[in-house]
């Protein structure tokens, strides 16, 4: 299997851009998370869905962040506007909710540099 | 809430050297226990894992054992290689069934030759 394809692997963006990260999850799982790592705050869910649903959003900073699951092989995560602070590591990761042993399979991740 | 809590690193130690990282927990019920470890410019992965109390997982010579009297999740090595450098991460399955992961901030181990 591939594992879980991120893309972009490096995104340089201007303090005010629309930013769009985009997810592939492993094929077969239902289940996909959206992770933010910095050195401050470590890292920190934002949203997860399962089956395409967002079930708990509670991670996601403010109204510019938002994420879609359009289907079940597909997820973006998009800031708008982009500021500085956003600059970190964005990971998906996914899993099989079905086996119920609750591992998560993570992407190499996307760097985000806002300037 | 569940939380993790890991000891403060950076641990750096020489080759063949014994590891152990310390990892406690608080929580309801019963979670499941991981380490996950991230090497450079990379995601995480998934170590080990034990989903009861007395379970050990093991993996690449790296040993856990969930230990619900005590509410730890210790990792340990027996003999380290310059490869295991890397930050490490216990973490739990949140209450009541959530497929949500509760992380603890990571542990940075630098193995040197």
């Known amino acids: 299997d591939a594992g879980v394809i991120q893309s972009p692997r490096h995104e340089v963006t201007e303090m005010g851009q629309e930013v769009t990260l985009r997810c592939k999850p492993i094929?077969?799982?239902?289940?996909l998370f959206w992770y933010r790592q910095t050195m401050m705050r470590g890292l920190e869910l934002l949203i997860y869905?399962?089956?395409?649903?967002?079930?708990?959003d509670s991670g996601m900073p403010e109204d510019r962040f938002s994420a879609k699951m359009p289907n079940a092989s597909f997820s973006t995560l998009k800031i708008q506007p982009s500021e500085p602070r956003d600059s970190a590591v964005y990971f998906c990761?996914?899993?099989?909710?079905?086996?119920?042993?609750?591992?998560?399979?993570f992407g190499p991740g996307t760097r985000l540099t806002v300037t | 809430g569940d939380s993790v809590t890991q000891m403060e690193g950076p641990v750096t130690l020489s080759e063949e050297a014994f590891l152990t990282i310390n990892c406690t927990y608080t929580?309801?019920?019963?979670?499941?226990l991981f380490w996950y470890v991230q090497y450079p410019g990379e995601g995480l992965q998934l170590l080990l894992k034990a989903t009861k109390a007395d379970d050990k997982g093991s993996n690449k010579g790296f040993e856990a054992t969930y230990r619900k009297e005590t509410t730890s999740f210790h990792l340990e090595k027996g003999s380290v290689q310059v490869s295991d450098s890397a930050v490490y991460f216990c973490?739990?399955?949140?209450?009541?069934?959530?497929?949500?992961?509760?992380f603890g901030k990571g542990t940075k181990l630098t193995v040197n030759p």
């Open positions: 973490a739990l399955t949140e209450k009541g069934g959530s497929e949500k992961l509760v």
């Open positions: 869905f399962n089956n395409n649903v967002p079930i708990d």
């Open positions: 929580a309801t019920g019963y979670p499941s």
């Open positions: 990761a996914s899993s099989n909710r079905g086996t119920r042993t609750y591992e998560q399979y």
């Open positions: 094929s077969g799982h239902n289940s």
